[in-house]
C-alpha cells in the first residue's frame, strides 16, 4: 500500500488513518491491536492531571438510528481513568514494538494553571511520542473543572495553554479544539500564536441524543431518569467537521488533523478534499471494530487509482479556498434550472410533492409512453420552466441518482418570481 502513504508533522504514515483519542484508544493494547489491523496512527485517550479523581457514570453512550443505521452517538464518558504511570510504561512498549506507527499522546489540563500541561508533555516526551495532542475540547464533565471545552472557548486561554506546551515540548504540538463556539477562527488564530504545529477539528458536538417518548426519559438516561448535555458523534456531525476544517485551514494555513462523522473512505475523502492531511476515526470503530480500515484503505486505493493520484497527498485539496460568503456567492450566481432525464424518472411524486408544498410549484407529473409498448403510458416529472428558481430542491429529493441535474439557462440573473407566486392569492 505504498500509494497510501502520507506524511504529517514530520512523520510518515502508512495511510492516513488515525484511532482518535476515545475508548477506542483505552488502553495500550486497544492501540496495538489496532496497529496490528493496520492503522497508522493512534492517539492514546486523553489523560488528567495525576491529582484529579475521574469517575464515570452508567450508562454514558446511545446512539440515534434511523432506517437501521447508527446516524449520530452520544457520549457522556470522561478521559481516561486509568493512572498516568500504567499508561506511561504502556506508551514505553508500543514505542519499542511499533517504530513506523505514528504514537500521539493526548493530555488535558486546566485553563489557568499551566504548570499540569507542562508536567504531561514532559512525561510524554519522555516515553518517545511523535506529537502530543491537546484536548481542549471535551464539552462535558470536564468544562466544570476548568478543562476541556472551556479551553477553547476562550482565545486567550487557548494561546495561553499552547504556548506553555510548545515551550516545554520536544514534539509537534497538535491542537485540538471545541466546534461550540461562535467563532473557531478566532480560536485556531489563537493556537497558532501559541505556536501549535496542526490542529485537530472537531471534538464531540454539545448535544442530548433523544427521548423515549413512551417511557417519558431520556434516551441516554442515569438511574432512568437524568441525562446532562453531552458530545454527539458519528455521521451526523461531518457537516459540521467539514465546515470546521476548512475555517481553521483558511485562518492558519497548518496541518489540519480531520474528524467527525468519517465513517467510509468517501467521507475521508471529502475531509482530504477540504485540507485536512490525517484522518481520525472513532465512533465508526466502536459500531463496527477496528476491522474497518480495510475497507477504508480498499476504497481509497480504488479512488486512486480511478481519479489518477499516485499518493494521498496528491488528493489533499484546496477547498476551503472555495467556502465564501454569500455576498461572494451572490455575484457569482446564475440563472439555474431543472433538466430531467425522462428515461430514468420513475414518476414517484417525490419532488412535485416537495416543490409544491416548500417551494415553487414548478413541477407536475405527465403521461409519456411506456419503455415497453404493452404498458401504455406512464408518469414522469415535468418541469414549469417559469415557475423554476433553481433552488436544487427537486435535485436533493429524488431517489434516482442524476435524474434531475441542474444547468446554466443563460438567462438574466436574478430569477423573476412567478405571478402566483410573487402576489396574493389567498380567497
Known amino acids: 500500500m505504498s500509494k497510501l502513504k502520507t506524511h504529517f508533522l514530520g512523520f510518515e504514515?502508512?495511510?492516513?488513518?488515525?484511532?482518535?483519542?476515545?475508548?477506542?484508544?483505552?488502553?495500550?493494547?486497544?492501540?496495538?491491536?489496532?496497529?496490528?489491523?493496520?492503522?497508522?496512527?493512534?492517539?492514546?485517550?486523553?489523560?488528567?492531571?495525576?491529582?484529579?479523581?475521574?469517575?464515570?457514570?452508567?450508562?454514558?453512550?446511545?446512539?440515534?438510528?434511523?432506517?437501521?443505521?447508527?446516524?449520530?452517538?452520544?457520549?457522556?464518558?470522561?478521559?481516561?481513568?486509568?493512572?498516568?504511570?500504567?499508561?506511561?510504561?504502556?506508551?514505553?512498549?508500543?514505542?519499542?514494538?511499533?517504530?513506523?506507527?505514528?504514537?500521539?499522546?493526548?493530555?488535558?489540563?486546566?485553563?489557568?494553571?499551566?504548570?499540569?500541561w507542562i508536567i504531561l508533555v514532559q512525561e510524554m516526551n519522555k516515553i518517545g511520542c511523535n506529537a502530543v495532542e491537546l484536548n481542549l475540547g471535551c464539552p462535558h464533565g470536564m468544562p466544570e473543572r476548568d478543562m476541556g471545552s472551556i479551553c477553547s472557548q476562550d482565545p486567550a486561554i487557548t494561546e495561553n495553554i499552547v504556548r506553555a506546551a510548545k515551550s516545554a515540548s520536544k514534539v509537534p504540538i497538535l491542537t485540538k479544539l471545541t466546534p461550540n463556539v461562535t467563532n473557531l477562527k478566532s480560536i485556531a488564530a489563537a493556537a497558532k500564536r501559541g505556536g501549535t504545529d496542526g490542529i485537530t477539528v472537531i471534538n464531540t458536538v454539545n448535544g442530548i441524543i433523544g427521548v423515549d417518548i413512551w417511557k417519558r426519559q431520556p434516551h441516554?438516561?442515569?438511574?432512568?431518569?437524568?441525562?446532562?448535555?453531552?458530545?454527539?458523534?458519528?455521521?451526523?456531525?461531518?457537516?459540521?467537521?467539514?465546515?470546521?476544517?476548512?475555517?481553521?485551514?483558511?485562518?492558519?494555513?497548518?496541518?489540519?488533523?480531520?474528524?467527525?462523522?468519517?465513517?467510509t473512505w468517501e467521507d475521508g475523502v471529502e475531509y482530504l478534499l477540504m485540507g485536512a492531511v490525517m484522518l481520525q476515526v472513532c465512533t465508526e470503530i466502536m459500531i463496527r471494530g477496528f476491522k474497518i480500515v480495510s475497507d477504508l484503505n480498499k476504497g481509497l486505493e480504488k479512488y486512486m487509482a480511478e481519479m489518477g493520484y499516485s499518493s494521498v497527498e496528491n488528493i489533499v485539496g484546496d477547498l476551503h479556498t472555495h467556502v465564501t460568503s454569500f455576498d461572494y456567492l451572490l455575484k457569482q450566481s446564475k440563472s439555474e434550472k431543472i433538466k430531467i432525464n425522462e428515461d430514468t424518472c420513475t414518476g414517484c411524486n417525490i419532488c412535485v410533492v416537495s416543490c409544491d408544498d416548500a417551494g415553487y410549484q414548478a413541477l407536475q407529473l405527465k403521461q409519456v409512453p411506456s419503455k415497453e409498448r404493452t404498458k401504455g403510458m406512464r408518469n414522469v416529472a415535468e418541469l414549469k420552466y417559469d415557475h423554476c428558481t433553481g433552488c436544487n430542491l427537486c435535485v436533493a429529493v429524488c431517489p434516482v441518482p442524476d435524474c434531475m441535474t441542474m444547468y446554466d439557462s443563460q438567462e438574466s440573473f436574478p430569477y423573476e418570481l412567478h405571478k402566483s407566486y410573487a402576489e396574493i392569492t389567498l380567497t
Open 13 to 116: 504514515l502508512e495511510n492516513p488513518w488515525c484511532v482518535a483519542s476515545a475508548p477506542p484508544a483505552a488502553t495500550g493494547e486497544l492501540m496495538a491491536r489496532a496497529f496490528d489491523m493496520g492503522w497508522a496512527a493512534a492517539i492514546m485517550k486523553t489523560v488528567g492531571p495525576v491529582e484529579e479523581p475521574i469517575i464515570n457514570v452508567a450508562p454514558r453512550i446511545h446512539t440515534y438510528k434511523r432506517w437501521n443505521r447508527e446516524i449520530a452517538m452520544q457520549n457522556i464518558e470522561l478521559i481516561t481513568d486509568r493512572k498516568l504511570s500504567v499508561w506511561l510504561e504502556e506508551l514505553k512498549i508500543l514505542r519499542k514494538r511499533y517504530p513506523k506507527k505514528m504514537i500521539i499522546g493526548s493530555i488535558m489540563g486546566p485553563g489557568h494553571d499551566m504548570d499540569p
Open 220 to 263: 441516554l438516561a442515569v438511574n432512568h431518569q437524568y441525562t446532562a448535555v453531552g458530545g454527539i458523534s458519528g455521521l451526523a456531525v461531518k457537516p459540521i467537521g467539514l465546515k470546521c476544517v476548512a475555517e481553521c485551514k483558511q485562518e492558519t494555513g497548518l496541518p489540519i488533523s480531520g474528524v467527525g462523522g468519517i465513517s
